[in-house]
């Protein structure tokens, strides 16, 4: 009933940039926030950014200074500008949204499938 697809997502060298993107769409009452986690290959799910729909912003300290988190409620779209990128941030990052669908439901979480991105050294 919810579907979050991201984009933006490639291949780099060390030291570019890229900027993901995530739009959220289907049964929506409303978004509480949204934000970004990552997974490398045979590591744990970790925590990006995330940011509310307040605008108030939480960051990883290994990307703090060189990620900035964005959003576009209005749009239901989340947006996640990386700089200076490392080898290290190899990994495939997925778009969640805490989702209100119906009051009987109440607050849950979504996930997008993932987009790949690979920084080479």
């Known amino acids: 009933q919810v579907q979050l697809v991201e984009s933006g997502g490639g291949l780099v060298q060390a030291g570019g940039s890229l900027r993901l993107s995530c739009t959220a769409s289907?049964?929506?009452?409303?978004?509480?926030?949204m934000g970004w986690y990552r997974q490398a290959s045979g590591k744990q799910r970790e925590l990006v950014a995330t940011?509310?729909?307040?605008?108030?912003?939480n960051y990883a300290d290994s990307v703090k200074g060189r990620f900035a988190i964005s959003r576009d409620m209005a749009k239901n779209t989340v947006f996640l500008q990386m700089n200076s990128l490392k080898p290290e941030d190899t990994a495939v990052y997925y778009c969640?949204?805490?989702?209100?669908?119906?009051?009987?439901?109440?607050?849950?979480?979504?996930w997008g499938q993932g987009t790949q991105v690979t920084v080479s050294s």
């Open positions: 969640n949204a805490d989702v209100v669908r119906t009051y009987s439901e109440g607050l849950r979480g979504y």
């Open positions: 289907g049964s929506i009452f409303s978004i509480n926030a």
């Open positions: 940011i509310t729909s307040g605008g108030y912003a």
